[in-house]
């Protein structure tokens, strides 16, 4: 886990595990330009099962990019892998992610989601 400075309540509440302040912290850092921190820690939190990370993962290797400023390496084969993990848990954007997946639309016609929180 990382450790933070605790500038805020929310800061300190993911320092100390709490899973919503630890993927909030991971959005505040993406949106203020922290990118790689910000995406490895919501990579952290899919693989420790928590759904919107997933979801987020997911559609970031699906789309090649996360809030359209932070670019990833598009792969289909990880995307595929963390959006049915969010599917399963019941993510109605995951589920639409995959489906247009198996249909093969063009990448443009994907749901790119916002959804944080």
């Known amino acids: 886990m990382k450790n933070y400075d605790w500038n805020t309540e929310e800061e300190w509440l993911a320092a100390n595990g709490n899973v919503k302040a630890r ?4 959005v505040n850092e993406i949106f203020d330009g922290k990118f790689k921190e910000g995406f490895s820690t919501l990579v952290e939190l899919a693989d420790e099962g928590h759904e919107i990370s997933q979801l987020q993962v997911g559609s970031a290797y699906l789309l090649g990019h996360i809030n359209e400023t932070y670019y ?3 792969d289909v084969k990880k995307a595929k892998k963390y959006l049915n993990k969010s599917a399963k848990q019941g993510n109605k954007y995951a589920k639409m992610n995959l489906k247009s997946m198996k249909e093969d639309l063009p990448i443009s016609d994907y749901k790119s989601t916002r959804c944080y929180g």
């Not at 993927?23 to 991971?26: D, I, P, R, T, W």
């Open 72 to 74: 990833v390496k598009r």
């Open 23 to 26: 993927f909030n912290v991971a």
